[in-house]
């Protein structure tokens, strides 16, 4: 057993089994997240849940849920994220068989009502929108794949279905090797309740050369990111303090308004004359004592105040005025009462603050992986033309939907090879090829209703 010192705040115990940390300061959510993932990996060593090794997802084990309420403060990621669902989406997943034209790859889109009975046996659609939801967050999605009862018999093992499992629920087991092609089990459980209730459930790596070797197995399909050994990192992940700048403003704005002193004046009594008053009050009642005479003071500054608060504030204080007599020390120099006028710079402050929120749109959206005329993002006051937005999403389509569909669509795909296999047929995501409206007939073009 040892103690390191990780920094001034932080901590580590390490044990045989497990790593525990400390800190004796209070950090944020988007402090704990992006600090700890960017002075040390995480996945250097294993974390001890219900007796068995996992790989922590984040230091503190909690990496998609901190992921999900940063982003879910945003005004503008979640929405971007919806968009790029759709986007990638398209008009629905549809079965495709590759094919050459002219030396072309192609895809030449078939029905084949046996697989897609199948895949509507166990609703398809529903995994497919978990999986591309995880993976956009987290650049990562988990799955189960189970068998058809037949297997227990000795019929020809078949997948009965997929099931979606929510990333925040799953863990890779340890390796000792660190490499992600040695990880032998997935764990399932309650990780944001650290697993108290539902304990972990461990399910076999899914082996698409074996589909048969396990009544039930899970996969972690993902994209690697670069120097990681085990999880990867979202897309985003630069962005993140942009993300939280963001966020941040609007809260700024609602503390402006509901808990600013709006201060406007600053006034200055000279204190000759309240000991001027005190005096006279002592004369007046020579049986009060200092206490008294403080508190009936004090009574008189507040009355005094509330004259001036009276006269200086409220839209119909045009034309009124106030008055003071001005009171002389020994010397003969007047103590006169001031009222300054202060400068909040309010304006300077919001304006500020209107930059800040403007550069994060930028931010954000290109750090996010989607280019703002197919956000609805207004940028310097205005909206892509239509030239520009056709254009984004061509380029969305070439560029940025292949690896994502690919990876999204590999435990499926798997399936269906191993179920059909005399079929050539994956599935996929179809999209529409967008035309001008130069391009098209008038017979074409959607009509005006209106």
């Not at 396990?214 to 999880?231: E, I």
């Not at 300077?348 to 750090?367: C, K, L, R, V, Y």
């Amino acid at each position: 057993m040892s103690f390191k010192k990780i920094d001034e705040d932080c901590y580590a115990l390490h044990t045989n089994d497990a790593v525990y940390t400390f800190a004796t300061n209070s950090k944020s959510a988007f402090d704990a997240v992006f600090w700890d993932a960017t002075t040390h990996n995480f996945e250097n060593s294993p974390q001890n849940i219900g007796g068995v090794k996992i790989v922590p997802y984040g230091a503190n084990n909690m990496l998609p849920s901190q992921l999900r309420d940063i982003i879910n403060e945003n005004n503008l990621a979640p929405g971007i994220i919806e968009k790029q669902m759709g986007l990638l989406w398209g008009q629905g997943a549809h079965l495709y068989e590759l094919s050459y034209e002219n030396g072309m790859p192609e895809k030449i889109w078939k029905e084949d009502k046996e697989i897609m009975k199948w895949l509507k046996g166990w609703d398809y659609e529903s995994f497919l929108k978990g999986a591309v939801t995880d993976y956009l967050y987290t650049k990562g999605f988990f799955s189960a794949i189970y068998l058809e009862r037949g297997h227990r018999i000795g019929l020809q093992p078949k997948i009965e279905r997929l099931e979606h499992i929510p990333v925040k629920n799953a863990r890779l087991e340890w390796a000792e090797s660190r490499n992600i092609k040695d990880v032998k089990n997935i764990f399932i459980g309650d990780y944001e309740n650290l697993c108290l209730t539902t304990g972990v459930k461990k399910y076999p790596i899914y082996n698409p050369k074996r589909p048969g070797q396990h009544a039930y197995a899970a996969t972690y399909n993902h994209t690697y990111s670069f120097s990681r050994d085990f999880y990867s990192l979202p897309q985003y992940w630069g962005a993140l303090q942009w993300i939280t700048r963001g966020s941040n403003i609007p809260t700024i704005f609602k503390y402006i308004t509901e808990n600013s002193i709006n201060v406007a004046y600053h006034i200055h009594s000279p204190q000759e004359y309240w000991n001027k008053r005190k005096y006279e009050l002592r004369d007046l009642h020579p049986e009060w004592d200092e206490k008294r005479l403080t508190q009936e003071i004090n009574v008189l500054v507040t009355k005094m105040l509330k004259n001036l608060e009276a006269v200086l504030t409220g839209s119909k204080n045009v034309g009124k005025f106030i008055h003071t007599i001005d009171v002389t020390d020994p010397d003969g120099k007047p103590l006169s009462w001031k009222i300054e006028s202060i400068d909040q710079k309010t304006k300077d402050f919001i304006e500020a603050q209107i930059s800040i929120h403007n550069a994060s749109i930028s931010a954000i959206t290109s750090g996010m992986g989607l280019h703002p005329s197919l956000s609805n993002v207004i940028v310097d006051g205005k909206l892509s033309s239509g030239s520009e937005l056709l254009y984004s999403f061509k380029v969305f389509l070439l560029s940025d939907t292949e690896v994502t569909s690919s990876t999204i669509f590999e435990p499926i795909n798997q399936a269906i090879a191993f179920n059909f296999p005399k079929s050539n047929l994956k599935l996929g995501f179809y999209h529409q090829v967008l035309k001008t409206e130069d391009s098209l007939s008038s017979s074409q073009r959607i009509k005006n209703n209106a």
